[in-house]
């Protein structure tokens, strides 16, 4: 089992979770000709995916899972609010429920619901029978429910989108401030660490830090917050970018 992210970001989303002979992308908020390109740098077509999952219908969550999913006969999975929260004219869709597990080829899907200000939000946990995956990009706080959900995964992808001290002294309007740091926008790096450290951390052979702002946020911020939980070396964090997103990163 191993996965990659193509970019993460306020500008677009994707990440390539594979198992076995499944490949599956969380997430497509880069059209048909940008995806080509970032799946080319994991030696990837987009005729390699077999689905589609979405969290939400944020636009650089979303924007290009429609135009993708069409262009290549993609399914597409996602909760009922989702659905109705976007347009997928010609798309096949597969409604889930973000409280029960499906399977798509050698994967299992664990989604799960986040507070974030969205129609139905879910994160998801990926297991192949070996090795277990979690993803958490877009929630405002953390919830027992995730830190349950999160609790024995081998690797983590986990949402430090900003540094508090960064955002309050921020160009930004006071509104958006209030949005971003509030219950239902994205966790900052306290959080993150807050997250981390509720969890069974002994199995982890990779925790990448994603979706972090290009405004409010550092890398060094963010790897010295969950190195200081883990008692690692900062550099031994990962952090998904908006441009390169990460290299493959294998579970065994």
């Known amino acids: 089992m191993r996965f990659a992210s193509l970019?993460?970001?306020?500008?677009?989303?994707?990440?390539?979770?594979?198992?076995?002979?499944?490949?599956?992308?969380?997430?497509c908020g880069f059209g048909p000709r940008n995806l080509a390109a970032r799946l080319a740098r994991l030696d990837l077509e987009a005729e390699d995916i077999d689905a589609i999952l979405v969290t939400h219908?944020?636009?650089d969550h979303l924007s290009g899972v429609a135009p993708c999913a069409r262009r290549h006969g993609l399914d597409v999975y996602l909760t009922h609010g989702t659905m109705g929260a976007a347009r997928f004219d010609g798309v096949s869709v597969r409604v889930i429920d973000s409280h029960a597990p499906f399977a798509i080829g050698g994967l299992e899907v664990r989604p799960f619901p986040v507070p974030h200000d969205a129609r139905e939000p879910a994160q998801f946990a990926f297991s192949d029978g070996s090795a277990s995956l979690g993803i958490l990009t877009d929630a405002g706080r953390v919830t027992p429910h995730m830190v349950t959900m999160l609790a024995c995964?081998?690797?983590?992808?986990?949402?430090c989108?900003?540094?508090?001290?960064?955002?309050?002294?921020?160009?930004?309007?006071e509104h958006l401030k209030r949005r971003i740091a509030g219950p239902y926008g994205h966790l900052d790096n306290s959080?993150?660490?807050?997250?981390?450290?509720?969890?069974?951390?002994?199995?982890?052979?990779?925790?990448i830090a994603a979706h972090l702002s290009q405004e409010n946020n550092l890398p060094g911020l963010a790897r010295a917050a969950l190195a200081k939980v883990l008692g690692c070396e900062p550099s031994w964090i990962g952090v998904a970018d908006q441009d390169n997103g990460c290299d493959w990163r294998q579970l065994y």
């Open 161 to 173: 989108n900003h540094d508090a001290d960064m955002l309050a002294n921020s160009r930004y309007p």
């Open 7 to 27: 970019g993460s970001g306020s500008r677009g989303n994707a990440l390539v979770v594979e198992a076995g002979g499944t490949r599956v992308l969380v997430d």
């Open 191 to 207: 959080a993150a660490a807050e997250l981390l450290a509720q969890v069974d951390t002994g199995r982890f052979k990779h925790v």
């Open 153 to 159: 995964c081998d690797a983590l992808v986990l949402e």
């Open 57 to 59: 219908e944020h636009g």
